[in-house]
Each structure stands twice: as C-alpha cells, then as structure tokens.
C-alpha cells in the first residue's frame, strides 16, 4: 500500500507559478514511479506529467510542455510539479498516482491516489 498526499496548491495569477507536492508513505517510494494528472469542473481527469522509478524517464501533456517540469526527491519520498506561466485554463484539482517503475500517461495504469490539491490560475 501506498499513501499519497498533495500539496501546495493554491490561487494565483496568470503567469504565475506554483509548486506542487506529492509526499508518499508505506512502500519503498524508490519503487515507483508517480504521474500527475488534473480534473477541471466538468471535464475528465488528464494527464500532466510522470516520473518513473529512476527519474530518468519524465512525460508531458503537450499542453504543459516547456512550462511544467516534475522532478522527484526520494530521500524525501516527495515528487514535485514545479508549473510555471500558469493560465487560466491550468485550473483545476491536481492528484499525483503511484505504479510500479515504469511511468504511464493514462490513469487506469496507476494503482495508488492521492486526494488532490487545487490550483485556481485567475485571469
């Protein structure tokens, strides 16, 4: 089992930035690679990024690309989405997921959720 808690959201303007966190607990945290997905009202949730295991492997929604970097820190068993020149259409509930190793872009391949954490980017 794999516990995940987000953090670090928050309002902010457009064009600002935010950094985003994914503390986990329980298994070896090494073992598994963590993606970030969002959910804005009335749409399906979607893919933003993934790290795998290593943290040599990193994905990213072309919607994001070039704005948003993940990174990961396993002496603190934490992942981070550093989001930088945030828009308005960047609002949403932002939730980190956990599998094992290898990263993956759509949802139904992580096991592990976290509760989410919101990021409202005004206009």
């Known amino acids: 089992q794999v516990q995940l808690v987000e953090s670090g959201g928050g309002l902010v303007q457009a064009g600002g930035s935010l950094r985003l966190s994914c503390a986990a607990s329980g298994r070896t945290f090494s073992n598994y690679a963590i993606g970030w997905f969002r959910q804005a009202p009335g749409k399906e949730r979607e893919f933003v990024a993934a790290?795998?295991?290593?943290?040599?492997?990193?994905y990213y929604a072309n919607s994001v690309k070039g704005r948003f970097t993940i990174s990961r820190d396993n002496a603190k068993i934490t992942v981070y989405l550093h989001m930088n020149d945030l828009k308005p259409e960047d609002t949403a509930v932002y939730y980190c997921?956990?599998?094992?190793?290898?990263?993956?872009?759509?949802?139904?391949?992580?096991?592990?959720w976290g509760q989410g954490t919101q990021v409202t980017v005004s206009s």
């Open positions: 790290i795998d295991w290593i943290g040599t492997g990193v």
């Open positions: 997921a956990a599998k094992l190793r290898v990263a993956v872009t759509t949802e139904g391949g992580y096991d592990y």
